[in-house]
């Protein structure tokens, strides 16, 4: 593997497993401030962004399948959707839990990249 | 010379920048911040300490725990269905778990309950619950949970199970909180439970004293006296009950030396001004607030009169039905203390339940615990009321009322020497409330808990105040007693059905002395029965309240006594049959009348159809029954051809079906209807201004034809199917109005006449609770609609309901018997 590619892939497993303890540990934000790392320290936006938007994903669904697997989320999903009056749409909350992590992610990337196009010194 | 090339500005970066700007701060505004109906979306739906800690929070496993305060080691087996079963070594240990124990499985349950109770249910949900407060602390639940609990001496023993109680659930505050599993609904409406007090567990008390017995009966009466006349008034909402009824102390009763109650006579415009303000302010409030009718059936059988020898006791509560119930069922064990049954999460004891010797359950017993008064205040003295001959001054407490998303509110709250003043639009009223005086409801609690025989349950309950109950009792020697504990205010003279002046004549100056209360012991036919229903006769010497509108119109009662009074002998097969028996006695009352008048009538062919239906009923509202629909619908539309001409004409401010009011004023005259039709078919009630002279077959005639036809319309086909299933129904309904966790509505038989209470389209109120006890085969047995946990995603959420409905009952096993069934979990709680 080029260096280059052996230090993204660090940075990026890094990142992924930063956003899940923080996620673990109760700092559900922490996809956010991963997100934004990778902004700065990634400067190509179109790598950056992806980062961020998979690590947010990642952090957040993995504990939601760990409980899954211990406890088995069907009724508490259906359960959920009722709450917020969604029916027995249980897939629901699922996808907007996921979204909220994966927003988290993309969002803390995006506005790193945008404040690094604006400081940084453009390319001539 | 070429000019230098310009420099284009570097725009995109920044329409990029702002892009990402605004996009990022929605972002994290709906992540941070609750928005709409909206939760703040970060913490709710944080997969590890959010919402879905409701997944772990379903599982109950074998565990071993610790706990603060204990000091001995506590054994906690659940059933399979789960019930628990909590065995201590000190009667301290045994309160500090039953708390940890309710507040694992019903914490935000009891968080509700307290903040009703305390005005402070803004804080969570906003201003929607402000009007809720502010009347709450008008009221004074708090006021009297404070006086209860600073008038508990410190060697009184529900002092101590009150703090042991709020150690235990504070233990599990805790607990929760560091293993982020507090109940869903507080991530997701944004909030902590504070430590729980003693005086909370008070409230709780309050709240269900409040449910019970706070009525705005005296300004419904009021209103009508004011709009249809004193005349009519008075004929058809008496103190005495026109019809026919089953009291269950039929006296003789010992002399009373109180005054006379004097008659009706028209109120002034102010003060009917008055009680329509106060009555359209408590009109608005949430349900539950106001006492809305009786509904509870008990009744006990002396072992002289049952299959087993021993006496038989059967008890079933009817409230609001919702999910998680009001009830968590479990035995309590320890040296000093041993009972099983039913507790409210909240409250440290078992309210409805049995002993190693005795047994009980419990009925309102409706009599009038509410008084308004209007005070006399003039502009020469402001801030004063006029009482006993002298301008008084208010007492002011102030309350800060915080609220979610808004600003707190202030509320002032003024008292007078009868209590808090509520309204101030035209008139102050204030109200003495027996609510309103602190009743050491929990130390009774304990002591009937501990009582081995009728004198030490007798005993116990002299000390009970308020909610004024029927306890039916039975013991382990076969004798039956019933007693209706509590206050029964009296006023020196004047109408205590209406808001009465407030300068000193009025007020009340005591109570009936306890030895002359309503209550019996071994009577001679062996059987005692309490429906809600009046339950003494005329003769009984003291006002308890109108018969029309406090008390049940009787026909529960009537029909449990009519099943009980039968020769032979009774089982507990058939105290549960009772208890789900779908028999209207007000049916079988008036069907035959009906069915007589409408012969030799022409009749239409849907009319004659829907005829042959009623013949042969057996008048049971069960949900395939045809008839059952038929006779509903036509005792409907009776009341209306009576009494609607007169409402209109009148202009009577209160519908006849309102449920604001303690009981519908439809409970009261269909009594009068029931009476009528019998006995006095030519009353004028039946020649309404505008409909000319008729008689009681003629409004009856009316009547079918109208019901026939609005069946058809709403039911359309032929009359064999309107089946009373196709209209009828029950619900169960969440305690945080989330209409998706409601179980229902589910077709179901019954209607607000028969013994198995179900009235209301759909019923949401009914049997809380079902208890059957056999002291000679020593069987105990019961069930409540739901289950024991409040997390819907818990297998303990809906699990009873099935059996419940279908009338069945589970066994209520002893804890030695709970441990070693199949399917249990044990929990080892250790200091």
Not at chain 2, 42 to 63: K, L, S
Not at chain 2, 732 to 743: D, R
Not at chain 2, 746 to 755: E, H, S
Request: charged content about 15%; hydrophobic content about 40%.
């Amino acid at each position: 593997m080029e260096p280059a590619a052996l230090r993204i892939a660090v940075l990026v497993l890094t990142g992924v497993i930063v956003a899940l303890l923080g996620v673990l540990l109760g700092a559900w934000w922490t996809p956010f401030f991963v997100g934004a790392a990778f902004g700065l320290i990634i400067r190509r936006p179109a790598v950056a962004i992806p980062l961020g938007t998979v690590s947010g994903l990642l952090a957040w669904l993995f504990p939601l399948a760990g409980a899954q697997l211990r406890y088995g989320l069907g009724p508490t999903s259906v359960s959920l959707a009722e709450i917020m009056g969604f029916d027995h749409q249980g897939t629901l909350p699922v996808v907007l839990t996921l979204l909220v992590g994966t927003l988290l992610g993309l969002t803390g990337a995006w506005l790193a990249c945008a404040v690094g196009m604006i400081v940084r010194p453009q390319p001539r | 010379m070429a000019s230098a090339p310009k420099r284009r500005p570097r725009i995109r970066p920044i329409i990029n920048l702002v892009a990402a700007i605004l996009v990022t701060g929605m972002v994290l505004f709906v992540a941070f911040f609750p928005a709409g109906p909206l939760p703040a979306l970060g913490p709710a739906f944080n997969p590890t300490t959010g919402a879905w800690t409701m997944a772990a929070d379903a599982q109950v496993g074998d565990q071993t725990l610790r706990l603060q305060g204990l000091r001995q080691p506590v054994s906690v087996v659940f059933e399979s269905n789960g019930t628990a079963h909590i065995t201590a070594q000190t009667d301290h240990d045994l309160f500090l778990a039953t708390g940890y124990v309710h507040a694992r499985f019903r914490l935000f349950q009891m968080d509700l309950m307290r903040r009703q109770g305390e005005g402070r249910l803004s804080e969570i949900v906003g201003k929607a619950a402000l009007d809720t407060d502010r009347f709450e602390l008008q009221l004074g639940l708090l006021r009297t949970a404070q006086t209860e609990w600073s008038q508990l001496s410190t060697s009184d023993a529900s002092r101590d199970a009150l703090i042991a109680y709020a150690q235990g659930v504070n233990d599990r505050i805790g607990e929760a909180e560091s293993a982020h599993q507090l109940d869903a609904m507080f991530t997701l409406l944004g909030y902590r439970p504070q430590p729980w007090s003693p005086i909370d567990s008070l409230l709780v008390k309050g709240d269900m004293t409040q449910t019970l017995n706070f009525t705005d009966t005296p300004l419904v009466m009021a209103l009508l006296n004011k709009s249809l006349g004193t005349d009519l008034t008075s004929e058809w909402f008496p103190v005495q009950p026109p019809n026919l009824q089953a009291p269950y102390d039929p006296g003789p009763y010992a002399k009373a030396s109180t005054a006379p109650i004097e008659t009706v006579t028209q109120l002034t415009d102010a003060e009917a001004q008055s009680a329509e303000a106060l009555y359209q302010r408590l009109a608005a409030l949430p349900p539950g607030l106001i006492s809305q009718g009786g509904a509870s059936n008990n009744w006990a059988v002396a072992g002289a009169k049952s299959v087993s020898g021993g006496a038989l006791l059967a008890g079933d509560p009817h409230l609001h039905l919702t999910l998680p119930a009001i009830w968590f069922q479990l035995t309590m064990d320890s040296p000093g203390y041993h009972a099983a049954g039913v507790s409210i999460p909240g409250t440290p004891v078992v309210l409805i339940g049995h002993n190693e010797h005795i047994a009980w359950s419990l009925t309102d017993a409706q009599n009038q615990q509410t008084f308004f008064y209007n005070e006399k205040e003039d502009n020469a003295h402001p801030g004063m009321y006029f009482w006993n001959g002298a301008w008084q001054k208010y007492r002011t407490v102030g309350y800060d009322i915080p609220v979610h998303g808004g600003q707190a509110a202030h509320v002032d709250v003024r008292l007078s020497v009868h209590g808090p003043v509520i309204t101030e639009r035209g008139q102050a009223t204030s109200v003495w409330w027996a609510g309103n005086l602190p009743s050491q409801d929990l130390g009774v609690l304990l002591r009937i808990g501990q009582a081995a025989n009728y004198q030490q349950f007798r005993d116990a309950l002299r000390d009970w105040h308020s909610p004024t109950h029927n306890f039916v009792y039975a013991d382990d020697k076969g004798n039956i007693g019933l007693i209706s504990a509590g206050y029964y205010p009296l006023v020196a003279h004047g109408q205590p059905w209406l808001p009465m002046p407030g300068t000193g004549e009025n007020d009340v100056t005591g109570t009936i002395p306890y030895d002359q209360i309503p209550q019996v012991y071994n009577p001679p036919d062996n059987i005692i029965w309490s429906a809600n229903q009046r339950q003494v006769k005329a003769s009984y010497p003291y006002y308890i309240g109108t018969a029309s509108n406090f008390f049940d119109p009787g026909y529960r009662a009537d029909e449990i006594h009519r099943v009980l009074s039968r020769p032979g002998k009774l089982s507990a097969s058939d105290m549960m049959a009772l208890q789900t028996d779908t028999r209207d006695f007000l049916a079988s009352e008036m069907v035959p009348v009906l069915l007589q008048t409408l012969a030799g009538t022409q009749l239409s062919a849907k009319e004659s159809a829907a005829v042959a239906q009623l013949r042969g009923w057996d008048y049971r509202m069960d949900a395939d029954s045809v008839a059952a629909t038929i006779w509903n619908a036509f005792w409907s539309a009776y009341l209306d051809e009576t009494f609607s001409p007169w409402w209109k004409s009148r202009a009577v401010p209160v519908g006849r079906e309102e449920e604001g009011n303690s009981n519908k004023l439809d409970d009261a005259l269909g009594q009068d209807l029931e009476t009528w039709t019998l006995h006095d078919p030519a009353n004028r009630a039946f020649s309404a201004p505008g409909v000319g002279s008729r008689t009681a077959p003629d409004a009856q005639k009316a009547a079918f034809q109208k019901a026939v036809a609005q069946l058809a319309q709403k039911l359309g086909g032929a009359p064999s199917s309107w089946s009373w299933g196709r209209v009828h129904a029950r619900q169960l309904e969440n305690l945080a109005h989330i209409t998706g966790l409601n179980y229902g509505p589910r077709q179901d038989r019954g209607d607000a006449n028969t013994p198995l209470a179900a009235g209301g389209f759909p019923s949401t109120h009914g049997p809380s609770w079902r208890m059957v006890v056999d002291w000679g085969a020593r069987s105990f047995q019961g069930v409540y609609p739901g289950g024991q946990s409040e997390n819907p995603a818990s297998p303990w959420y809906t699990n009873r309901v099935d059996t419940w409905w279908s009338g069945l009952l589970d066994p209520m096993l002893s804890a030695d018997a709970a441990a070693s069934a199949a399917g249990v979990k044990k929990w080892s709680l250790r200091p």
